[in-house]
């Protein structure tokens, strides 16, 4: 599992991508969960490039966004991979997710923080070379 985590403005975007299993989804929402923590915002989580998710990743998800609203943010899901659509559908958990637009584009990146990971330089560069 990858997550890329951007900030902007009141906008906490993340992406997921890869097998969102047991063992690699822990480590990735403690990281989400701290940079929400540093200061509280709209959280964007974008599932497009989601292969597989467990049934302890989507409880988890659940968890996260109960905790975003709690702090009075918005919690929406972007554009989840057919895999991820199929299991929300199944399970019924689809109608507790504010969906983003079908197809949004992710908003205009920031680092999360000033000392960017690796994985968020990686997607603006991927975000520049789009636009030119």
Partial sequence: M??????????LYVRLMGDL?????AESFTEIRRHFAERPADLLLDMS???FISSFALA?????????RSQDKTFRLLNPSPQVRVILEKTGLG???EP???????PAPV???AGETENASEFLEK??????
């Fill in 2 to 11: 990858k997550t890329e985590i951007l900030r902007r403005d009141d906008e």
């Fill in 21 to 25: 299993s047991r063992g690699g989804c």
């Fill in 49 to 51: 490039q989601v292969e």
């Fill in 60 to 68: 988890t998800v659940l968890r996260l966004k109960d905790h975003v």
């Fill in 95 to 97: 109608a507790h997710f």
């Fill in 100 to 106: 983003g637009a079908p197809g949004a584009p992710p």
């Fill in 111 to 113: 680092p999360a923080e």
């Fill in 127 to 132: 975000e520049d070379s789009r636009s030119q």
